[in-house]
């Protein structure tokens, strides 16, 4: 998810429907782990939970099964494997309209047991309920309505300098020492530590399905903690010179022997563990300085001019493609981000060069964030008209981006600091809050 940077819906209620009667073969007793007993299933918004009991005969219990169908957007093919003690799932990205069957088995020693299945319809209308999750200066958290109304709530009072967030809307933060994670439940009660023994870094991401990853400290290789219970896990031995993970579980890996050599290795993880390696031209007379992940297999880089203009630019690599198709429509000072889907760019009415920029009194342009540019994975693009905040200047500034395409961005410098919500549907910018927010998330 996911996070990322990238996207994913809070579950607000818990309304159990579309459920059939649960249905198992018989097995001899002992022979293989019995079938699961009360297997149930319910949905909220786009996502839903399945639940059941342990058998009543069979074999001894190791772990267990549950796929779904159809397993579009799942990770791991939809497919999830769990520990012995699990007796329920969860599942996101869940289409509206669509009946998905969900079929749960006991994983013996040495054979899986039968399964049980139940079906569930995503309702065709969804009230879609996101939040903007942000950390402060001081390192709490707070999490805000995408609305644009309402004020920050504070969910971690010292998060330190890095968080992330499930699509539960539970917030995790690194322990003091980096040793452990801790999570936020999104409904309150005590915090609790989920793992310990860790070599983390700050940054912390995840993805739809609510694994966590981080950098070792130590080796430096991309780290994963299942959802589904277990040991941390080495995804890719580096994280090269950036890395992302998007919501669908897929973790990339930008590689270079220099920022301005003349190609790039980028390395992919999908969440079924399919690992792609491409080599990739880069742009002449420019360095790399940034990159993000969508939900679709589609990632972002950003490039500055080695140049006297000293401008930035953003690139997209589609999944399975090997050549970078310029994002940036026009040279301006950018704001970007990604959802599950998309690419969200806000850019300057007015652009200057770096010279221009740097003389005294500046060069005087309009660095108002006039235009808000969505790409999806295919390359259209469309195009609203924005106003009310601008931009710092030159620098590469990443905010976040929900699903609707509202792009949400932090101003540290300039005539308008603060956090702002520029609507997917153009118009005057929101302020959301002042202040200075160094990392910014929507689940």
């Given at each position: 998810m996911?996070?990322?940077?990238?996207t994913?819906?809070?579950a607000v209620?818990l309304?159990v429907?579309?459920v059939s009667?649960?249905?198992?073969?018989?097995?001899?007793?002992g022979?293989v782990?019995?079938a699961?007993?009360a297997?149930?299933?319910?949905?909220?918004a786009d996502?839903a939970?399945v639940?059941w009991g342990a058998?009543?005969?069979?074999?001894r219990?190791?772990?267990?099964?549950?796929a779904i169908?159809?397993a579009e957007?799942?990770?791991?093919r939809?497919v999830d494997?769990l520990p012995?003690?699990?007796?329920?799932?969860?599942?996101g990205h869940l289409?509206?309209?669509?009946?998905?069957?969900?079929?749960?088995?006991a994983?013996?020693?040495?054979?899986t047991?039968p399964?049980?299945?139940?079906?569930?319809?995503a309702p065709?209308?969804v009230?879609t309920?996101?939040s903007?999750?942000?950390?402060d200066?001081?390192?709490a958290v707070?999490?805000?309505?995408?609305t644009?109304?309402g004020?920050?709530r504070v969910?971690?009072?010292?998060g330190?300098e890095?968080?992330?967030?499930?699509?539960?809307?539970d917030?995790?933060?690194?322990?003091?020492?980096?040793?452990?994670?801790t999570?936020?439940p999104?409904?309150?009660g005590?915090?609790?530590t989920?793992?310990?023994g860790l070599?983390l870094?700050?940054?912390?991401r995840?993805?739809?399905?609510g694994?966590?990853y981080w950098?070792d400290s130590?080796s430096?290789a991309i780290t994963?903690?299942?959802?589904t219970g277990g040991?941390?896990?080495v995804v890719?031995?580096?994280s090269?010179?950036d890395w992302a993970v998007?919501?669908d579980?897929?973790v990339?890996?930008?590689?270079t022997?220099s920022?301005?050599a003349?190609t790039?290795t980028?390395?992919t993880v999908?969440?079924?563990?399919?690992?792609?390696?491409?080599?990739?031209?880069q742009?002449?007379h420019?360095g790399?300085?940034a990159?993000?992940?969508?939900g679709s297999g589609t990632?972002?880089l950003?490039?500055?001019t080695?140049?006297?203009s000293?401008a930035?630019t953003?690139?997209a690599?589609?999944?399975?493609?090997?050549?970078?198709?310029?994002a940036s429509p026009?040279?301006?000072?950018?704001?970007a981000?990604?959802?599950?889907?998309s690419?969200?760019?806000a850019q300057?009415?007015?652009?200057c060069?770096?010279p221009?920029?740097?003389r005294?009194?500046?060069?005087?342009?309009?660095k108002?964030?006039a235009?808000l540019?969505?790409?999806?994975a295919?390359?259209g693009?469309t195009?609203?008209?924005?106003s009310?905040v601008?931009?710092p200047?030159r620098g590469?500034?990443i905010?976040?981006?929900?699903?609707?395409?509202?792009?949400f961005l932090?101003?540290?410098?300039?005539?308008?600091p603060?956090?702002?919500?520029?609507?997917?549907?153009?118009?005057?910018a929101?302020?959301?809050?002042?202040g200075?927010y160094?990392?910014?998330?929507v689940?």
């Amino acid at each position: 998810m996911f996070r990322a940077v990238l996207t994913a819906l809070v579950a607000v209620a818990l309304v159990v429907g579309g459920v059939s009667p649960a249905t198992a073969a018989p097995t001899k007793r002992g022979a293989v782990p019995g079938a699961p007993t009360a297997v149930r299933v319910a949905g909220s918004a786009d996502g839903a939970i399945v639940t059941w009991g342990a058998p009543r005969s069979g074999a001894r219990i190791t772990g267990w099964k549950v796929a779904i169908t159809p397993a579009e957007d799942q990770p791991d093919r939809g497919v999830d494997r769990l520990p012995a003690s699990a007796r329920s799932d969860r599942f996101g990205h869940l289409t509206p309209g669509t009946e998905y069957r969900f079929a749960v088995r006991a994983v013996g020693a040495k054979r899986t047991g039968p399964a049980v299945t139940v079906r569930y319809t995503a309702p065709v209308s969804v009230a879609t309920v996101q939040s903007l999750f942000a950390l402060d200066e001081s390192g709490a958290v707070l999490r805000f309505p995408t609305t644009g109304r309402g004020a920050g709530r504070v969910v971690v009072p010292t998060g330190g300098e890095g968080f992330t967030a499930d699509d539960l809307g539970d917030v995790f933060v690194p322990s003091a020492d980096r040793s452990a994670i801790t999570m936020h439940p999104a409904h309150g009660g005590p915090a609790r530590t989920i793992a310990s023994g860790l070599r983390l870094t700050a940054d912390l991401r995840s993805d739809v399905a609510g694994n966590l990853y981080w950098v070792d400290s130590v080796s430096g290789a991309i780290t994963k903690l299942p959802v589904t219970g277990g040991a941390p896990v080495v995804v890719l031995p580096s994280s090269g010179v950036d890395w992302a993970v998007g919501r669908d579980g897929t973790v990339a890996v930008f590689s270079t022997t220099s920022p301005q050599a003349p190609t790039a290795t980028v390395t992919t993880v999908r969440a079924d563990g399919v690992r792609t390696t491409r080599t990739v031209d880069q742009p002449s007379h420019a360095g790399f300085s940034a990159l993000l992940a969508d939900g679709s297999g589609t990632l972002y880089l950003d490039y500055w001019t080695t140049g006297a203009s000293g401008a930035t630019t953003w690139w997209a690599l589609p999944a399975g493609s090997s050549a970078l198709v310029r994002a940036s429509p026009r040279l301006a000072f950018d704001h970007a981000a990604v959802n599950d889907r998309s690419f969200v760019l806000a850019q300057s009415a007015e652009w200057c060069a770096a010279p221009a920029e740097n003389r005294p009194g500046g060069c005087g342009v309009d660095k108002t964030l006039a235009d808000l540019v969505t790409r999806d994975a295919a390359g259209g693009t469309t195009e609203q008209t924005t106003s009310g905040v601008a931009s710092p200047g030159r620098g590469v500034h990443i905010g976040a981006a929900d699903a609707e395409g509202d792009l949400f961005l932090a101003v540290g410098s300039g005539a308008t600091p603060g956090l702002w919500r520029l609507s997917a549907d153009g118009g005057p910018a929101q302020q959301l809050a002042t202040g200075w927010y160094p990392t910014l998330l929507v689940i």
